[in-house]
């Protein structure tokens, strides 16, 4: 059945257009589409009133730890990457097809293989026979691989299956056992930290080894001024680097764990105000390509710890949008640029050539959105697997009215 989005804003500017979906992919975009000749003979087709809303390509999330509907639902986001942090991991073919099925057809999961068996970081798991099995792509997952020659052996052999290599960027020796990043307020809580360069030595390090290997590398979180200008270099030298981000990283500083916050305990930890400004304005100029959720569920018993037990994590789906919103209210990006962040830049790295756009042909991924309806951020009414967010009691902008996936109107 056809479906028509009627007088719908779209993200760029044009208003009151009509969307026509057919087949599970867009088929025309027209202000007039009555009068072309892919509306005709439409009489029977399903409307979706779009008045007042915003038309944008769903969200890719790259970089989730748990399929979580509600939350990702909520939040605009119609595909997600899934990390290798599984039980069981995702390193063999056969856990990676089971969950890139486990949430079809309303959700889609792209499950991104574990670089080393079990994540132990000993030996390369099989990632051709992952990649065949519906792997997008290969991490690292939580922690950062140590060893030089397994490192540039794992990117060599992701360039040669062209998969990208997305990585959790810490040096381990320098981060074991800290919970924060080294200043003034870790100090006065007593809180084990970790120096900020521990994130730039480990991207210095991997990106060397890119011009050795070629390789396609995602760092998931670039969150320091020193790091950042390692990523701007790179891609200067025409490498095949990109970089992720959280709000999380964009909107607070190390601040956020005073009292010891346990919803602010990251990984990586939240840094200097002087960092956190620098992301901004990395995700201004193009150096930040993604902005992902990092939606990583915890419950009670994770988080109500004393600081150093508690566990690093965080929830984002449900607000991943309504913060890219915020940004551009802020004047910090335009919309056209919120969506490249959100999903065409995550749709391009994982490889998907039909998804990620609102354009002709491109599969009917689409969340209609009340830009200015404004709400709160609750930890204790989350849709979800769990509200351990740090943004608790935060107002924000923006909701999701209806999801199409492949054309499907969901809610």
Not at 35 to 57: H, N, V
Not at 135 to 163: C, F, P, V
Not at 209 to 238: C, M, P
Not at 280 to 287: C, I, K, P, Q, V
Request: proline share 5%.
């Amino acid at each position: 059945m056809n479906k028509i989005i009627k007088n719908i804003a779209l993200f760029d500017g044009r208003t009151k257009q009509d969307i026509l979906i057919s087949d599970q992919n867009i088929a025309d975009i027209n202000k007039n589409l009555a009068k072309s000749d892919a509306g005709k003979g439409l009489s029977d087709a399903d409307i979706i009133d779009g008045s007042g809303l915003t038309a944008l390509p769903a969200i890719i999330d790259i970089g989730t730890f748990k399929i979580d509907k509600a939350a990702f639902f909520m939040g605009g986001i119609a595909r997600a990457a899934l990390m290798p942090d599984q039980n069981p991991t995702l390193d063999e073919p056969s856990a990676v097809k089971y969950a890139a099925l486990k949430a079809k057809p309303d959700l889609w999961i792209h499950p991104i293989g574990a670089a080393t068996k079990g994540l132990e970081n000993q030996s390369m798991a099989e990632y051709a026979l992952m990649k065949d099995a519906g792997a997008r792509a290969i991490s690292t997952g939580r922690h950062w691989i140590s060893n030089s020659g397994l490192m540039l052996k794992i990117q060599q052999y992701a360039a040669s299956l062209d998969l990208p290599l997305i990585i959790h960027a810490e040096d381990c020796g320098l981060t074991h056992g800290a919970n924060a990043t080294s200043s003034l307020n870790a100090t006065i809580l007593g809180i084990l930290a970790a120096p900020p360069q521990a994130e730039s030595i480990a991207i210095a390090r991997d990106i060397a080894l890119a011009e050795i290997s070629g390789a396609a590398l995602h760092f998931r979180h670039v969150t320091t001024a020193k790091s950042l200008d390692l990523i701007k270099q790179a891609k200067k030298q025409g490498l095949k680097i990109t970089a992720g981000v959280s709000p999380a990283y964009l909107l607070l500083n190390d601040m956020a764990i005073s009292d010891f916050r346990t919803f602010a305990h990251l990984s990586p930890p939240l840094r200097s105000e002087d960092d956190r400004l620098a992301a901004l304005e990395a995700l201004a100029d193009g150096t930040i390509d993604i902005l992902c959720s990092a939606h990583d569920p915890r419950d009670v018993e994770e988080k109500r710890l004393p600081f150093s037990d508690s566990a690093a994590g965080m929830v984002g789906a449900q607000s991943l949008l309504s913060h890219g919103l915020n940004l551009v209210r802020d004047g910090v990006i335009n919309m056209e640029r919120l969506t490249q962040l959100l999903s065409s830049n995550p749709a391009k790295l994982l490889g998907l050539g039909n998804a990620g756009k609102l354009e002709n042909g491109f599969e009917a991924d689409i969340i209609l959105v009340d830009e200015d309806a404004p709400w709160q951020i609750k930890s204790d009414n989350l849709p979800g697997l769990a509200g351990n967010t740090p943004f608790d009691g935060l107002p924000v902008i923006g909701k999701v009215r209806h999801m199409l996936k492949g054309g499907k109107l969901l809610f």
